[in-house]
């Protein structure tokens, strides 16, 4: 359970006293969040198995989370899990891994989460979290794309394009891939 501090700091520019008012959530232990979000993944529940990943893969990768929050593009039933999600990046108990990212992906990608998919293959392409595995990564897509992800199959069109993944370069297939993503 979370308490909100709040302190107040001055500040002289220029001649002007300016008054800041912090706030800042202090959590002690594990949040109600994350407690959630495993609680439901655990539980079998794929898309929270993602989010748990993505929170794991944002804040290992020290990405600023107030520009990471796009709620337009959350699936309506999944709203409580991603509001979870951003609770848990935001709050300063909580330190990302990558291998439990990756971990978390796992899970879902074989509940069949296809986002998990894209991003378990990401991992293993870079070797986040996990060793370097092109074969496994390039597994993934496919059964991301066989399940219809839109994002795995532009994966795979610049695969193609660029020769990853062990891909040979293809303009042609590329092009249609990406045709076919977009």
């Keep these: 359970e979370g308490m909100l501090m709040l302190s107040r700091n001055r500040l002289q520019i220029g001649g002007y006293l300016v008054v800041i008012l912090l706030a800042e959530l202090a959590l002690s232990g594990c949040s109600k969040s994350h407690e959630e979000l495993v609680g439901k993944a655990e539980s079998g529940d794929t898309a929270a198995a993602y989010w748990l990943g993505r929170a794991h893969e944002r804040d290992a990768r020290g990405q600023v989370p107030s520009l990471l929050f796009n709620t337009a593009t959350v699936d309506a039933r999944e709203k409580p899990l991603h509001a979870s999600y951003v609770e848990l990046v935001r709050s300063p108990s909580f ?51 066989e399940a219809g992800s839109a994002r795995a199959t532009a994966h795979l069109g610049v695969y193609s394009l660029e020769s990853r993944g062990g891909r040979p370069y293809d303009p042609a297939h590329a092009f249609q891939l990406l045709s076919q993503a977009a």
């Design 95 to 145: 330190e990302g891994d990558l291998t439990e990212a990756v971990r978390w992906y796992q899970v879902s990608a074989e509940g069949g989460n296809t986002r998990a998919m894209v991003r378990l293959s990401v991992c293993l392409e870079t070797g986040r979290g996990v060793a370097e595995n092109d074969a496994e990564a390039i597994e993934w897509l496919e059964r991301a794309e």
